[in-house]
């Protein structure tokens, strides 16, 4: 029988393996292992909170783990370095309170990344970026408004990592010890367009006080890569205008130009 402790333990390695997969792109577990070289061991070193214990010598390197071809290996390894990285990060007070990291999800080579502000309750329980109301409302305007597929074609983080306790924005601190982060899971996925969803996304990109209801359908430049402007999916649900859905299309409709040109 094993331990109820160890039992939580293996359970949360688990779904952080699982998760891990779903951030590096793949779609399927393989299962032509035995069962010694089940993939737990495959994880780059430092992705689980737990590693201590794990003889050193069982571990598989990161190759190891990108065996099956890959379109853009090289994308692949450094978007999956940067989480590797960020391990169980307790760089700021967000950590506290915090469920899970939700880390981002989606297609690691997509050409569309849409960035948020911050997890809310739904996805720090699932660890999972927008999958509450305002996830809803965001996969509507990416499945119906531009016909493009969530998580085939787009790929979804927010500035801060970590739930803020009552869903207030996050503080300056917090944005600035997660920054550096998603600029380099940006960097990584290097896409053709960012959008930054809301004011809190807009202002941590461009570095200033951004007034999103004047500068949102404006494109701007983040490391060389293309960043529109619009407003967040909450906002839409608390406004739901005839003027602030037309607004929100349109800014999408510019995205799409550029994503099809
Ligand atoms: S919000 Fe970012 S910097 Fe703060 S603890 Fe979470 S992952 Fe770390």
């Known amino acids: 029988m094993v331990p109820t402790t160890e ?15 779903k951030e590096s792109g ?3 577990i393989p299962l032509n292992h035995e069962l010694s070289e089940l993939p737990v061991m495959a994880v780059p070193t430092g992705y689980f909170q ?9 571990r598989m390197t990161q190759d190891s ?4 071809p890959q379109d853009h290996p090289e994308e692949l390894l450094s978007l999956a370095a940067v989480r590797e990285d960020l391990g169980d990060c307790q760089r700021c007070k967000l950590c506290e309170n915090r469920q899970t990291i939700v880390f981002g999800s989606g297609n690691p080579h997509a050409d569309l990344v849409f960035v948020g502000e911050g997890p809310g ?7 999972l970026p927008f999958v509450g109301r305002a996830g809803k409302k965001l996969t509507e ?12 074609d787009t790929y979804i983080c927010n500035i801060v990592k970590c739930r803020p306790p009552g869903n207030r924005d996050p503080e300056r ?20 367009v960012i959008v930054a969803l809301g004011k809190p996304a807009a202002s941590t990109l461009l570095g200033r006080n951004v007034a999103i209801t004047k500068e949102r359908g404006t494109w701007h430049e ?10 967040h999916p909450a906002y839409l649900l608390r406004a739901y205008t005839r003027e602030n859905r037309q607004a929100v299309y349109e800014d999408m409709q510019k995205v799409l130009e550029v994503l099809n040109a």
Do not use: W
């Open 7 to 21: 039992r939580a333990l293996l359970l949360r390695q688990l779904k952080n393996y699982l998760l891990f997969l």
């Open 26 to 28: 793949h779609t399927h």
């Open 50 to 58: 737990d590693r201590s214990a794990e003889p050193s010598e069982s």
């Open 65 to 68: 783990l990108f065996s099956e």
């Open 121 to 127: 309750a739904d996805e720090d329980a699932q660890g």
């Open 141 to 152: 305007i990416i499945e119906k408004g531009m016909l493009l597929d969530r998580e085939k």
């Open 173 to 192: 601190d917090e944005v600035a010890a997660c920054k550096p982060f998603l600029i380099k899971q940006l960097k990584a996925i290097r896409p053709k």
């Open 222 to 231: 983040f490391e060389g890569m293309k960043l529109m402007l619009t407003y």
